[in-house]
Nanobody
Framework: QVLLVESGGGLVQAGESLTLSCAAS????????VAWFRQAPGEEREFVAA????????YYADSVKGRFTISKDNTNATVDLQMNALRPADAAVYYC????????????????????WGQGTRVTVSS
């Protein structure tokens, strides 16, 4: 049973934009906090952004602040990650993760054990 499905990855040039989407079959979706993580080849998983159940609280990694925006649509059960001014260092497989309950600061840890993970979508950024 696939509960989180990421889409929107692809190949872009540095400076361009891309929007990733995470479609969830979790219900009620407004009871889940959602995060995006990424993992580049040979690297550890890295936190990117997270959003609270109703979208009022958002956390971002320092490396993406001002360039990436996370948003949540509880009606359509999706979470988007708008990525602007992409850099080669942003290239990675991006994963969304979800957990029921409030968003906690500890949920930005790469080792946090979310209840649900997607399969990932690859983003490649050429210089």
């Amino acid at each position: 049973q696939v509960l989180l499905v990421e889409s929107g990855g692809g190949l872009v040039q540095a400076g361009e934009s891309l929007t990733l989407s995470c479609a969830a079959s979790l219900r009620p979706f407004d009871s889940y906090a959602v995060a995006w993580f990424r993992q580049a080849p040979g690297e550890e998983r890295e936190f990117v952004a997270a959003i609270s159940r109703r979208g009022r609280i958002k956390y971002y990694a320092d490396s993406v602040k001002g360039r990436f925006t996370i948003s949540k649509d509880n009606t359509n059960a999706t979470v988007d990650l708008q990525m602007n001014a992409l850099r080669p260092a942003d290239a990675a497989v991006y994963y969304c993760a979800a957990e029921g309950g409030p968003l906690k600061a500890t949920m930005t840890s790469p080792g946090y054990e979310y209840d649900y993970w997607g399969q990932g979508t690859r983003v490649t950024v050429s210089s």
